[in-house]
């Protein structure tokens, strides 16, 4: 913004003393506001973190300009008719978009399944199937990774894609008895898959859960996931590859380590503070408020440190709000997060949380005090739906898709600015 000069003021004094005495009140109380408002600019100024990148005073990146509102497509979209559940999308590099979600075969195996689309998410075909069990196999997260720059996968026509899913072995009593986080390797486009290696295994009672993959600069492999402390404490943890997932660092935390909270179900999406300057923003489910709500970190640094926990959505008392993912447009600032919540329901649901609930969905940007500013919720799925993703779209627009009682199903979601063409 520019400089503008402060206006010429001429004061005329009265001769009544009454407005004499009037007017040198209102001339105080001016100038003890203009104190306060400089002094409270200052504190701002200094009590920022000096590792935060700086914002440059001609930036033509007007985020006061972007609008936060989301418009919810009235028909349903991606619709699967074989019962399942978990769904998360994948773009590749030729412009496909993987979907991978869990299916149940009638003798009780779950199928850990791949579709393919090649339009833009307007329709997907069965593609393939990455493993299948008698035992707790779901959460499955698909990453695509670079060509091999050492020629590795030479027999490969396309780059390889990874698959990490919680992989349980469960006792006679049909109780976890140990708890994998496995990682499996297909290297012709999602169709067929094998063992890559075990990313983190550790035996029961406390669990592991809900893998979520991304490619950090340099080609590194971070891979964030869920882990019991307690029944009452759960940790975000990274752990990381540089070798495309053949092996693994030992895992460290990220959130709730020095809390007794349950974190979890986190989405990682890097978009930008202003041009040029990436960052990272995470969002999860926690237990601050003894039900789940939505908290958010920030990243300055590809992942390797988060800066302080900022409210995402905080439903009202006794209510749920979990299960967030998060996507940037395709204009590179724009957000999309998506979560379920049992806000609207009437508290008679048997089964409980998180039953029961619907899918709600907000815009937003990240601003320049490094802090979310997010719309008003919309409604993307109805009662009882759940375990929501979102993947952003060649038009700028996204697509959310769910669980929605047992059959996989999306909306598309647009903006002002992708709709008012």
Not at 253 to 278: A, F, I, K, S
Not at 378 to 394: K, N, Q, R, Y
Request: aromatic share 8%; charged share 20%; proline share 7%.
């Amino acid at each position: 913004m520019p400089f503008l000069p402060w206006p010429k003021i001429v004061f005329k004094f009265p001769r009544n003393p009454l407005s004499l005495l009037w007017c040198l009140l209102t001339t105080i109380s001016l100038t003890v506001i203009l104190a306060r408002s400089d002094s409270s600019s200052t504190c701002r100024s200094t009590n920022q973190n000096t590792s935060t990148p700086s914002l440059s005073t001609n930036s033509n990146f007007n985020m006061d300009a972007l609008a936060h509102d989301l418009h919810v497509a009235p028909n349903e979209h991606f619709v699967h008719d074989v019962p399942g559940t978990y769904p998360r999308l994948c773009r590749l590099a030729d412009g496909s978009i993987l979907a991978g979600f869990t299916t149940f075969e009638p003798d009780g195996q779950r199928v850990l399944t791949v579709a393919r689309s090649t339009d833009d998410a307007k329709s997907f075909d069965p593609h393939g199937e990455v493993a299948r069990s008698a035992g707790d196999c779901d959460n499955m997260f698909l990453l695509q990774l670079p060509p091999s720059p050492d020629g590795d996968d030479s027999e490969a026509t396309d780059p390889p894609i990874l698959a990490a899913f919680r992989n349980h072995d469960l006792d006679d009593e049909g109780n976890p008895s140990w708890f994998r986080i496995t990682v499996c390797r297909s290297t012709d486009g999602g169709r067929s898959w094998s063992f890559l290696s075990q990313a983190f295994e550790k035996p029961a009672p406390y669990g592991l859960w809900e893998p979520f993959l991304r490619l950090a600069r340099g080609g590194e492999v971070q891979l964030y996931f869920s882990q019991e402390v307690d029944e009452d404490d759960q940790d975000t943890m990274v752990i990381r590859s540089t070798d495309g997932g053949e092996t693994w660092s030992a895992p460290s935390c990220v959130t709730g380590g020095e809390e007794t909270l349950r974190d979890g179900m986190v989405g990682v999406v890097e978009t930008q503070l202003e041009p040029g300057v990436p960052a990272l923003v995470m969002v999860l489910e926690t237990t601050r408020l003894t039900t789940y709500s939505i908290e958010a970190v920030v990243s300055f640094d590809d992942g390797e440190t988060f800066g302080d926990r900022q409210v995402v959505y905080a439903p009202e008392e006794g209510k749920n709000a979990g299960g967030p993912q998060i996507a940037v447009l395709h204009d590179g600032h724009t957000l999309v997060i998506v979560f379920m919540t049992d806000e609207d329901g009437d508290g008679d649901v048997e089964a409980g949380w998180p039953q029961g609930g619907k899918i709600k969905a907000m815009g937003g940007t990240l601003q320049e005090d490094r802090r979310l500013a997010l719309g008003a919720p919309v409604v993307v799925g109805e009662t009882a739906s759940s375990w929501p993703a979102i993947i952003a779209l060649s038009d700028n627009s996204a697509l959310a898709v769910f669980d929605a009682m047992g059959i996989i199903t999306g909306r598309l979601l647009t903006t002002p600015a992708s709709y008012a063409d």
